[in-house]
Each structure stands twice: as C-alpha cells, then as structure tokens.
T-cell receptor, first 112, second 113 residues
Framework: AQSVSQHNHHVILSEAASLELGCNYS??????LFWYVQYPGQHLQLLLK??????LVKGIKGFEAEFIKSKFSFNLRKPSVQWSDTAEYFC??????????FGQGTTLQVKP | DAGITQSPRYKITETGRQVTLMCHQT?????MFWYRQDLGHGLRLIYY???????DKGEVPDGYVVSRSKTENFPLTLESATRSQTSVYFC????????????FGPGTRLLVL
C-alpha cells in the first residue's frame, strides 16, 4: 500500500533559522507531490506542488521543495523562517489510485 | 467568491445520534472529498465523489454515508455516531481529476460524547 512518511513530528526553530522537513513516499511509479500548510485555526492551503519538469519547485512565502526520485523524497525547505511560519505542514502524494495520501504532519513552532 | 464552505463549524453530539456535516462549493468542481484529521494520522480519506451521483470509498469509510445529488453539495452523514468519530472533518474539491490540486474547506470540529 502507498504510504507517506514525515520524519519530523515536531520542530522548534528560532526566527531566521533554516528549515528542512523530510517527506518520503513508498511508490515506484509516477507521482504528483504536494505540500500543504495549516496555520493555527485555519484550513489547509497549498504551499507548492510537483507534477513534472524541474524537480526543484518554488512555492509561496519563500518555500521550496526538491523531488529526488531515486530517494522517493520531496523535502520542504526555507532558508530563513519567520514567526508567521508557525503551522502544521503536510506532505501528500497522489499516485496510481489517484487518491491523495497524506503524511502524519509536522508541527513547526518558530520562536520569535 | 465563497469557494468551499462547511457547516456547522463546531458540533457536539452524543453516541448513537445521527449527524450530518455539510459541504458546499461554488466552483463547479467535479470532484469532492471528505477527510478526517486525527493526531498522529494526518488526513485520511473517508469518501470521495467524481460527479453528481458518483461516490466511492476512501481509506476509512466505515460508519459514514455520503450522497451527491447536486454537483455543489457533498454531505457526510454519521449514521450512529461513536466516540471514535470525534475528529476534525475537512471537505475538499478539485476541478476535473483526482490528480489535481485539492482545495480545502475550513473544517468541522466534531465531538461525540
């Protein structure tokens, strides 16, 4: 069965620190990859997505992610986090079933 | 542009009662989805619908019923609520296929006592 694994469940950073959140999936075929963000009290919003082409994808608010097919990974990065980045981040993969499979989520807390 | 709305936003009910959560979208998207969000599990798909009168099970469909008589509405019914169904429920939609970006509603927080 397809699965998505987010290695970090809870990350605490100070402002201006760099961020990398890991995401691995278990499917060998063609995939569409997403990162969603859920700010406190708000609904999920799309941060960025990868369907094809350049494996380095840039999203909103300075986030980017790199698709490494050989590692089945789609890690999210941001060079310098802000307090307003405090949120829960979900990696999701859409493969042969067409259904979106979510990781468990990573809670990011940025200290001012 | 209202987008996708859910009602109620908060609901408290008792074990054994029937509860219906509403989802409405104004984009005329073909696909609609229901997820539940639980700590440690992320979001899990309950049911989805490809069009009016077409629905299919997701990962955790037991105890839930859906219908889609109109494209814009996709209600989720808990026929006999159980404490394990205490969760946050999100409705989502995508334009024309399962593979496209899904857009989420604000969620319904359900507590079953």
């Amino acid at each position: 069965a397809q699965s998505v694994s987010q290695h970090n469940h809870h990350v605490i950073l100070s402002e201006a620190a760099s961020l990398e959140l890991g995401c691995n999936y278990s499917y060998g075929g063609t995939v569409n990859l997403f990162w969603y963000v859920q700010y406190p009290g708000q609904h999920l919003q799309l941060l960025l997505k990868y369907f094809s082409g350049d494996p380095l994808v840039k999203g909103i608010k300075g986030f980017e992610a790199e698709f490494i097919k050989s590692k089945f990974s789609f890690n999210l990065r941001k060079p310098s986090v802000q307090w307003s980045d405090t949120a829960e981040y979900f990696c999701a993969v859409n493969a042969d079933t067409g259904k979106l499979i979510f990781g468990q989520g990573t809670t990011l807390q940025v200290k001012p | 542009d209202a987008g996708i709305t859910q009602s109620p936003r908060y609901k408290i009910t008792e074990t054994g009662r029937q509860v219906t959560l509403m989802c409405h979208q104004t984009w005329s998207h073909s696909y609609m989805f229901w997820y539940r969000q639980d700590l440690g599990h992320g979001l899990r798909l309950i049911y989805y619908s490809a069009a009016a009168d077409i629905t299919d099970k997701g990962e955790v469909p037991d105890g839930y019923v859906v219908s889609r008589s109109k494209t814009e509405n996709f209600p989720l019914t808990l026929e006999s609520a159980t404490r394990s169904q205490t969760s946050v429920y999100f409705c989502a939609s995508s334009a024309t296929s399962l593979q496209e970006t899904q857009y989420f509603g604000p969620g319904t927080r359900l507590l079953v006592l």
